[in-house]
């Protein structure tokens, strides 16, 4: 079983849409845990970290469920521009190297 | 720059060539990643360097792969007699000071080998 694991989509959406991805982790000692986002032939950007407590940030909110040991991102009324991979990354405890899940591809049409 | 710079952008090698690729982190971020990234997979760690010290090399593939950073700023990470499976994007990531921190990518390498 891989350390994070994310369903690789593709989410096909149409604009307004919302849509959430989760992401999976088998190290329950994780320590800390972030979505990125990539652009096709780009390199991975930081979307947002993700706390304890849930965080918002816009349209986009990201939760940690520690119990059931995943992470989600919900994107609420979904833009083209949102098109993209997400990828989710866990820092396992341990060697604390952090840990990529391979992606969540959205697609959201007109 | 104020951003991780990596070069070449595009390398072409021929099988058993030996290649040589290069990152420039940001200014003062002590913690430098190099990871691979294979079409439609995530990126996948290959090692770890904290200043000039390589404290996790775990991911390197064989040994045909190595990394060095010698005076803890830019990284080279050198392939050796590269095959077709060596094929992927090398992406370098470095963050200011810890492993818990954001990373911050440059655009990578993307190395054929025919």
């Known amino acids: 079983r891989k350390e994070v694991e994310q369903d690789p989509g593709p989410f096909n959406v149409p604009e307004g849409a919302t849509v959430a991805f989760n992401c999976t982790y088998s190290n329950s000692a994780s320590q800390s845990f972030f979505w990125y986002r990539q652009d096709c032939r780009k390199e991975p950007k930081l979307l947002m970290s993700v706390y304890s407590s849930g965080n918002e940030d816009g349209r986009f909110t990201a939760q940690l469920n520690r119990a059931s040991q995943y992470i989600s991102l919900l994107i609420r009324d979904s833009k083209l521009s949102d098109s993209a991979t997400y990828l989710c990354?866990?820092?396992?405890?341990?060697?604390?190297?952090?840990?990529f899940g391979r992606g969540t591809s959205l697609i959201v049409h007109p | 720059g104020a951003g991780v710079s990596q070069s070449p952008r595009y390398k072409v090698a021929k099988r058993g060539q030996d290649v040589a690729l290069r990152c420039d982190p940001i200014s003062g971020h002590v913690s430098l990643f190099w990871y691979q990234q294979a079409l439609g997979q995530g990126p996948e760690f290959l090692t770890y360097f904290q200043n000039e010290a390589q404290l996790d090399k775990s991911g390197l593939p064989s040994d045909r792969f190595f990394a060095e950073r010698p005076e803890g700023s830019v990284s080279t990470l050198k392939i050796q007699r590269t095959q077709q499976e060596d094929s992927a994007v090398y992406l370098c990531?470095?963050?200011?000071?810890?492993?818990?921190?954001?990373?911050?990518f440059g655009s990578g390498t993307q190395l054929s080998v025919l």
């Open positions: 990354v866990v820092n396992p405890g341990g060697s604390y190297i952090p840990t």
């Open positions: 990531a470095s963050s200011l000071i810890g492993l818990n921190e954001k990373l911050f």
